[in-house]
């Protein structure tokens, strides 16, 4: 059974950069077919895409924030994890990475979250 688990720092300051990993258990991240997604919700707003990274290790990212953002993956420990450079208070969220089977924006599985606050 594949689980996903999302860590990061909690609360960063902003212009600094946030780096968020997510860990996957129970399977591969270079199995066939699927995309590793990063998904945020910021309060009292709805999801947001963020980006992906597919078996072969090419990201896409949503363009409001792809001069920002970087997702990468280490194999060898079987995570992936996003870096979101020069952060404000509007990208206080709640991150999410998420296992999409397709590549059509379905997810069958995510992890529980982690809360990100951008704050001095």
């Known amino acids: 059974q594949v689980q996903l688990q999302e860590s990061g720092p909690g609360l960063v300051k902003p212009s600094q950069t946030v780096s968020l990993t997510c860990t996957v258990s129970g399977g591969v991240i270079y199995a066939p077919h699927y995309y590793w997604t990063w998904i945020r919700q910021p309060p009292g707003k709805g999801l947001e895409w963020i980006g992906y990274?597919?078996?072969?290790?090419?990201?896409y990212y949503t363009p409001s924030l792809k001069s920002r953002t970087t997702i990468s993956r280490d194999t060898s420990k079987n995570q992936f994890t996003l870096q979101l450079d020069s952060v404000t208070p509007e990208d206080t969220a709640t991150y999410y990475c998420a296992r999409d089977p397709r590549g059509m924006g379905e997810y069958d599985i995510w992890g529980q979250g982690t809360q990100v606050t951008v704050s001095s």
């Open positions: 990274i597919n078996e072969g290790g090419k990201s």
